[in-house]
């Protein structure tokens, strides 16, 4: 992922979430050299996925796929990719945090093998209690 995928990106971001992401949340991670983040690109961008590491633990920051394109595999390349990325630098733990009114996510992320291992209350801006996931590496 470049400054340049920017626009594209929150054409998704927009389309995807309730409450997007704003283009200085993406560059803020973008700017954290311990990150890691992807785009899926296929003729346009259609996917993105960016995980950062913190207390040499790997969280999922944001992965999202265009509405047209979902349920085909891409998620999961994403996801596996940039898993594979954290593993190959011997990082052991993955994990994420998810609205519980995200059904799709939680069992995207179960397929996946991540757990549900806590509740942050009022983590989002909303009120909405976050799901904690986590899996090994
Ligand atoms: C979550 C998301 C990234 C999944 O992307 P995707 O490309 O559709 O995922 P995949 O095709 O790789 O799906 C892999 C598996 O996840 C599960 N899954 C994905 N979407 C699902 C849905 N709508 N309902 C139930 N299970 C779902 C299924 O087990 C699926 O395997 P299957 O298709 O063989 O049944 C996509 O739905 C998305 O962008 N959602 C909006 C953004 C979002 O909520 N991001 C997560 C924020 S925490």
């Known amino acids: 992922m470049n400054f340049d995928?920017?626009?594209s990106i929150l054409e998704i971001e927009n389309e995807c979430f309730k409450m997007p992401w704003t283009k200085d949340m993406f560059?803020?991670?973008l700017s954290?050299?311990?990150s890691y983040s992807v785009v899926y690109?296929?003729?346009e961008?259609?996917?993105?996925?960016m995980t950062l590491l913190q207390m040499d633990v790997i969280h999922i920051a944001n992965i999202a796929?265009?509405?047209g394109f979902r349920r085909q595999g891409i998620g999961g390349e994403i996801l596996l990719y940039l898993l594979q990325f954290w593993m190959d630098l011997k990082k052991n733990k993955a994990l994420l945090e998810v609205r519980p009114s995200n059904l799709p996510a939680i069992s995207f992320y179960k397929?996946?093998?991540?757990?549900?291992v806590?509740?942050?209350e009022w983590y989002y801006p909303n009120g909405e209690d976050a799901i904690i996931m986590q899996r090994d590496l």
Do not use: A, H, T
């Not at 961008?45 to 996925?49: L, M, R, S, T, V």
């Not at 397929?111 to 549900?116: D, E, I, M, Y």
């Open 32 to 34: 954290i050299p311990n």
């Open 65 to 67: 796929v265009g509405k």
């Open 111 to 116: 397929k996946f093998g991540f757990c549900k």
């Open 118 to 120: 806590g509740i942050k």
């Open 45 to 49: 961008i259609i996917g993105y996925g």
């Open 27 to 29: 560059l803020s991670i």
């Open 5 to 7: 995928d920017l626009e």
């Open 41 to 43: 690109e296929k003729y």
